[in-house]
């Protein structure tokens, strides 16, 4: 037996499977183009043709998750091999899927993918409402994803200079990623702090942070970037240690960070700034320096165009310069970085290199200054603008969940008015019926009420009647007795005295005839005492109405009556109104007979049944029709009676030979409290 | 002798004056309870009589609550104990005799039924010597009654002897000084002796009448 169920559950399964296969089949091929794209280290003409196979493939698909899946792992693929054009359509199409099947989970990485995309092409505040809208879909639990998408925020802040905000974003980066145990995530969210705190001049705070980097990177060594993360964060610290004036510390940083030894392979660019800001802090505490040891790190900036690093090396250079009192050279560095911070508008370091050529040029000292004056209004201006920006976007993301919030509950507030309304309505439905039904029942037990007193009545008026007949039965039988009889006998004891000794024969004949009035005496005697038996008066009044009425009849009309009566029948414990009904329908159905049917016999039957009582009128006339709409008034009666004792009826009539009224009647005997005369 | 038809005080009178005693009848005749109330209360002209004879059954005297001739005759005693009651009665049930017996013990009792002129010589001469009469009829109720003596108290004979009469139940408990819930459970008794325990009133008599208690 386990045996075939074990079968059983292994054919179960291996169907199972294949139909999975099956339905997976149509993926196969995507699936192991995009492996194989994974495996590429470098980009070609074959990767592309592969993922664009991949992506005409997927195109083919109906819109499931597992396409929508698919896309987002072809989405990783342009992403990786740098073809950011590619990865934003793939990502635009796979957002307009999931928005159709209201894939909210999937909605929330598509965004997200989205905004990285925005912000890796510096279009700040499109990729920080796609964030926004990201965090509205991601899931409440996925404290890694939302935790990213938090500190991306933050970045985009602090590039515009919104450095309070960023920090309050990173901070809650922080908390997310904190509950994600992301070690990596914690770490760039300190390192963020690091910086910004930096920025907005809280050195020891910002020290404070990048130490606390540095101990959680002490969990990151398996990470492939860990020397960078080092190296980064200890730059980071000799900048702070910089700006405290504390230049020796600083330096003996940036030389352990440039010990590592791949560092210059992994990372250029922060090689480049490493041993430029080790130039530079070295220049500071006026050690000795030479221009070459500026040229490097300026080349490898101007080679990988970091722009940013290109306007810090060239102000370096001029200050240099200046300190080596080329007063043309320095003012042809600080012109060249300034010209770059305009386009790329870094107005802060444009704001400082107006400080350096007022200082460099002190006769055209009062143009720069007025230059500053009129940029750090605009600048103060710009920032304004962007704080405002990006606040407004804050806000228009909350109105817009503010507003299905309000829509949701306008709908939730209508679904209760009208859930109530009907409520309302069908209880007051409910109390009308049943106010309707109390009044039924009233008028019932009304007619009722009403139809017992009819019979009380009746009842009453044949006691009276009988009582008289006693009364006069009574009074007959005492005169008898007492007045008749006692007269006889003193008779008779007179007539002793005239008994005579002389002539025995005639004495002895008068003696006889004594005697027979003796008899005459017992004879009244009798009689006055049937007459007082008869007092009774006939106990069951119900019969004796019906008998009553069928002897009118019997006058009245020339109709041969038959009564047949169960004597099972207890009628004393019948109520009043059973036996009303029973004599009106009676009534009702001798009176048809004799008015309509020109019967000659009626013979009337209440019977017993187990558990029926059941009346039956008939009679031998010429019948009706029985099938016809509209019936006397007195067969509806008959009806109504017979329903309000829960029976029921059947009317036969057949033409020429007779009539019938069936009524059968469940009967329950009624307790009564019985006069027991 | 106390009787309300005069003809039959005369015919008493024929008779007894006819006594083979050879005693000289001094009677008065009274024909009304009212008439014998007042007789009942004047002691010297009752100290002169020795034997009342009172018919039961007379109209009664409501004013002194005189029902019958039974309750006059309680009177009669009481005011003069010697006097010898003979009652003439035209019932002839055993319950009732046996009742009136019980209450007066009286020297007499003569049912008119079986009443003759020879019984009531027999009757006169023998309560002149001093014994009891009670004619045949009373013997035999008596003799019937007796018999039921452990079946049927008092209370029971009553109940069915005020039923016979047509009393209803409700009535009764004036009559008996009972609840009628009492009498009720008694007559429920009573039917299961009588053997008619579904019967009604009716049935009661028919059946007590069967067995000769009325």
Known sequence: MTKYLAISVLLLFLYACNKKEHYLQGYDKIDSLITTVKNQNSYSAEVNGMLSDAYTLLNEKPNDSIKRLYMLKLSDQYYNFGLKDDYLRVCKLNLELSLKAKDSLRLGIIYNDIADYYRGKSFNDTAYIFYNKSLHFLDKNNFEKRGRAILNKAYLLRFENSLVESEIQTIKALEAAKQSGNKRLIYDCLNNLGIINNDIKNYDLALDYHQQALEQLNKLKSDPQYFILVAQTKNNMAVCYHRLQNNSKAITLLHEATSSKNLKNESILLYAVLIDNLTYYRFKSNQEVRQEDFDLPLKIRDSLDNKLGVIVSNTRKGEYFLSQNDTAKSVSYFLKAKEIAKDIKSHRDELLLLNFLAEAEPDKRLFYKEKYIQLSDSLMESERAVRNKFTRIEYETDEIIQQKEVLAKQQQFIVLTSISIILLLILTYIIFRQKAKQKELLLIQEQQKSNEEVYQLMIDQHHKVEEGRALEKNRISLELHDGTLSMLAGIRFNLYGFQTEENAEINEKFLNQVDQIKTVEKEIRNIAHDLKNNLFIKKESFLMLLNDFIEDQKIISKINYELQIDSEIEWESLSQSLKINFFRIIQEGVYNSQKYAQAKNISISIQLSKKNMELCVKDDGVGFNSEAKTKGIGLENIKQRVSAMEGFVKIKSINQIGTQIICKIPFHYEYQNIDDR | ?214
């Open chain 2, 1 to 214: 002798m106390i009787d309300d038809h005069p003809l039959i005080l005369e015919g008493y009178k024929t008779t007894l004056a006819q006594n083979k005693l050879g005693i000289t009848l001094l009677a008065r005749t009274i024909t009304s309870l009212e008439e014998g109330y007042n007789l009942a209360q004047n002691k010297a002209e009752l100290a002169q009589y020795s034997i009342c004879f009172i018919d039961r059954n007379m109209p009664p005297f409501l004013e002194k609550d005189i029902e019958n001739g039974e309750d006059l005759a309680v009177l009669l005693k009481a005011t003069n104990p010697d006097l010898k009651i003979v009652i003439l009665t035209s019932h002839d049930e055993p319950i009732l005799l046996y009742e009136l017996k019980n209450r007066l013990q009286p020297e007499g009792i003569l049912v008119k039924s079986d009443l003759d002129y020879r019984s009531m010589q027999d009757a006169f001469q023998k309560i002149v010597d001093g014994n009891y009469y009670y004619s045949q009829v009373a013997r035999q109720g008596f003799d019937t009654i007796k018999k039921h003596l452990n079946i049927f108290d008092q209370t029971d004979r009553k109940i069915i002897l005020l039923l016979s009469q047509g009393l209803r139940t409700k009535t009764l408990p004036e009559s008996l000084s009972i609840t009628l819930s009492a009498i009720n459970s008694r007559k429920k008794i009573i039917k299961d002796k009588l053997g008619v325990p579904h019967g009604d009133d009716e049935a009661i008599v028919k059946a007590a009448r069967r067995v000769g208690l009325l």
